[in-house]
T-cell receptor, first 111, second 116 residues
Framework: GESVGLHLPTLSVQEGDNSIINCAYS??????FIWYKQESGKGPQFIID?????DKRQGQRVTVLLNKTVKHLSLQIAATQPGDSAVYFC??????????FGKGTKLSVKP | DTGVSQNPRHKITKRGQNVTFRCDPI?????LYWYRQTLGQGPEFLTY????????KSRLLSDRFSAERPKGSFSTLEIQRTEQGDSAMYLC??????????????FGPGTRLTVL
């Protein structure tokens, strides 16, 4: 089958370890950020979001950190599992409706 | 399943033919978006609707592309005179029962178009 992960940065982690995926965004006016997970042949799946008035938000096994000073976003996945293997995209919204996606990072989890 | 649905899932066509894709958003969502994704890239915005009104179109949406959402529910994306460069995954997303542009967008499974 085809892969959405061709030519993407790859992060390889051992099952059970924590993963950190980083993203630099482009527009200082962006006020809403989202992380999506995309498995091969599927549409992006919402993971977690954060608004610009926050610098940290936690979900189940995931944490998003936002550093507006350097326009940096990160996704932390605790106790990474094989089912977490996918391509992860950050996306920014400057309040006009459309999302601007980053290039994506392919996460590979080794059992 | 009450998520976003798209049909067909796969479409293979010959260059020069017209194709039409359908998206059914999450019920009650008033915003609907179309994106295009090529291999190894993130989705790129094409256009979006609030109810039946098309509010924004990307410059990626050439005059061969047209999108409609006549009753404010499902939407169609038509590509006329397809070219090999149109080969991509076409993704639909929907958001919001409210009016906030920053409501979370939920994506459908996409339609994979291959132009021969």
């Amino acid at each position: 089958g085809e892969s959405v992960g061709l030519h993407l940065p790859t992060l390889s982690v051992q099952e059970g370890d924590n993963s950190i995926i980083n993203c630099a965004y482009s527009n200082s006016a962006s006020d809403y950020f989202i992380w999506y997970k995309q498995e091969s042949g599927k549409g992006p799946q919402f993971i977690i979001d954060i608004r610009s008035n926050m610098d940290k938000r936690q979900g189940q096994r995931v944490t998003v950190l936002l550093n507006k000073t350097v326009k940096h976003l990160s996704l932390q996945i605790a106790a990474t599992q094989p089912g977490d293997s996918a391509v992860y995209f950050c996306a920014e919204n400057i309040g006009q409706g459309n999302l601007i996606f980053g290039k994506g990072t392919k996460l590979s989890v080794k059992p | 399943d009450t998520g976003v649905s798209q049909n067909p899932r796969h479409k293979i066509t010959k260059r020069g033919q017209n194709v039409t894709f359908r998206c059914d958003p999450i019920s009650e969502h008033n915003r609907l978006y179309w994106y295009r994704q090529t291999l190894g890239q993130g989705p790129e915005f094409l256009t979006y609707f609030q109810n039946e009104a098309q509010l924004e179109k990307s410059r990626l949406l050439s005059d061969r592309f047209s999108a409609e959402r006549p009753k404010g529910s499902f939407s169609t994306l038509e590509i006329q005179r397809t070219e090999q460069g149109d080969s991509a995954m076409y993704l639909c997303a929907s958001s919001g029962a409210g009016l906030a542009a920053t409501d979370t967008q939920y994506f459908g499974p996409g339609t994979r178009l291959t132009v021969l």
